[in-house]
């Protein structure tokens, strides 16, 4: 079998149905069910044998390794972490301790789990940690797109904290042998993003008629991918890729962000028609502190070693994404009750 780490938030629970709708092996799920992890993105799976689900905490060393002596997977897939930049400004202390001091413990439980292994099942043993584009900071409009050997220079507690985490698994493989991988995305979006991210918050507040909060000018680039395409590539890497190695994984999709507000708005117009459209509602409010400008990725490497490219077009993963949340709006009630509200008091009504 294999081990997902934060499996029931948005990226993992997409990576976790994706596998065993594929035929891949039974799965562990780990989670400590945060804010951002929600077991009904998995509820299609109650009953199936092949899904095991274990709410324990990363940096909770012992039971890791109580759950990997339990399951003995054959890999480990490491997607949990405090992923939202604007909460890494109002609160890095969590980011740190998941994204920095989770990674260490979570990588002392695996090395001690993988070096007890049989010599074969050692060779073939596999850690995928899941990392960000973000790690390698800001482009100006003309810089080339990051490859993967761009310095590091990350910008907000969030990144430096994913940073923190990428060069702890780099160390893993060098110093101990740890047969690891990393992979670097960029913008991720689709079905069960938790609705505090650009698209799906957009998506939320147009369909109440509330306003649309473009952060400072909207001119801010960022390279979209349909998060069906990242997890195909986390499955190829896991299958083929070397140890290691870092691969970047990008939508080849460079939008401003206000381009992608206008392209939902219009979406939503086609499928939700609304009296006078959906764009009046874009307000322009203060932007995120040290907000990086530009992302983009050059994923040559992947293409090439491995033969991924994204299956989606930003218009067909928009069309998909905005029609899921549509038809699943008692999703979206769910997740923001309770805490949601305080976070978008906390985040938007101080806002200028
Ligand atoms: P998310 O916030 O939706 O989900 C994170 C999950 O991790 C949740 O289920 C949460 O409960 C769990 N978790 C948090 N802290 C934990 C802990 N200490 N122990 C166990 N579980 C814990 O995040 P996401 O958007 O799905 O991102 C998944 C991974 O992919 C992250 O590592 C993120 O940095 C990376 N990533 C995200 C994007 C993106 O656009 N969303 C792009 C590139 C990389
Ligand atoms: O690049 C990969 C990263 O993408 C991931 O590592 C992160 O986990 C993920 O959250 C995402 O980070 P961003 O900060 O780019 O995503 P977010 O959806 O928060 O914001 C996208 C852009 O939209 C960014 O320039 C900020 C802007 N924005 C965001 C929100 C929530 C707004 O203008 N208004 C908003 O209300």
């Known amino acids: 079998m294999i081990l997902v780490t934060g499996g029931a938030g948005f990226i993992g629970s997409n990576f976790v149905l994706d596998w065993l709708a594929g035929g891949g092996e039974p799965v562990v799920n780990v989670d400590k069910l945060?804010?951002?992890?929600?077991?009904?993105n998995l509820?299609?799976?109650s009953g199936d044998a092949r899904y095991r689900f274990a709410q324990a905490d990363i940096g909770d060393q012992a039971a890791m390794e109580a759950i990997l002596a339990e399951h003995r997977p054959r890999a480990i897939v490491h997607f949990a972490a405090e992923s939202h930049v604007d909460r890494s400004i109002h609160g890095p202390g969590e980011f740190v301790q998941t994204n920095v001091v989770g990674t260490f413990r979570l990588l002392e439980a695996a090395r001690g789990h993988w070096l007890a292994l049989p010599a074969a099942e050692k060779e073939a043993f596999r850690f995928l940690h899941v990392s960000t584009d973000e790690v390698y900071g800001s482009l100006s409009e003309t810089d080339p797109a990051f490859s993967e050997t761009t310095a590091y220079a990350p910008n907000s507690p969030y990144s430096a904290s994913k940073a923190g985490s990428d060069h702890l698994v780099r160390a893993y493989h060098h110093t101990y042998g740890l047969p690891t991988v990393t992979t670097n995305c960029s913008n991720n979006y689709g079905p069960y993003q938790f609705p505090e991210k650009?698209?799906?918050?957009?998506?939320?507040?147009?369909?109440?008629?509330?306003?649309?909060?473009?952060?400072?000018?909207?001119?801010?680039?960022?390279?979209?991918l349909y998060v069906g395409d990242h997890c195909e590539a986390i499955r190829m890497v896991l299958a083929r890729g070397r140890t290691g190695e870092v691969y970047n994984v990008g939508g080849n999709a460079e939008k401003r962000n206000l381009e992608v507000v206008h392209a939902l708005c219009d979406t939503l117009?086609?499928?939700?028609?609304?009296?006078?459209?959906?764009?009046?509602?874009?307000?322009?409010?203060?932007?995120?502190?040290?907000?990086?400008?530009?992302?983009?990725?050059?994923?040559?490497?992947?293409?090439?070693?491995?033969?991924?490219?994204?299956?989606?077009?930003?218009?067909?993963?928009i069309a998909r994404t905005v029609r899921w949340y549509l038809d699943n709006a008692a999703w979206v009630a769910q997740v923001r009750s309770g805490e949601y509200r305080h976070w978008i008091e906390k985040n938007y009504e101080k806002r200028a």
């Open 198 to 224: 650009l698209i799906p918050l957009m998506i939320a507040n147009a369909l109440e008629g509330k306003p649309l909060p473009v952060y400072g000018d909207g001119r801010q680039v960022r390279d979209w």
């Open 43 to 45: 509820a299609s799976l």
């Open 269 to 317: 117009q086609e499928m939700r028609p609304r009296e006078g459209g959906y764009r009046g509602l874009v307000t322009y409010v203060a932007d995120r502190p040290g907000h990086d400008r530009r992302y983009a990725i050059d994923a040559r490497k992947i293409r090439a070693e491995l033969g991924w490219a994204p299956r989606e077009t930003f218009e067909s993963g």
């Open 34 to 40: 945060t804010y951002a992890g929600n077991p009904a």
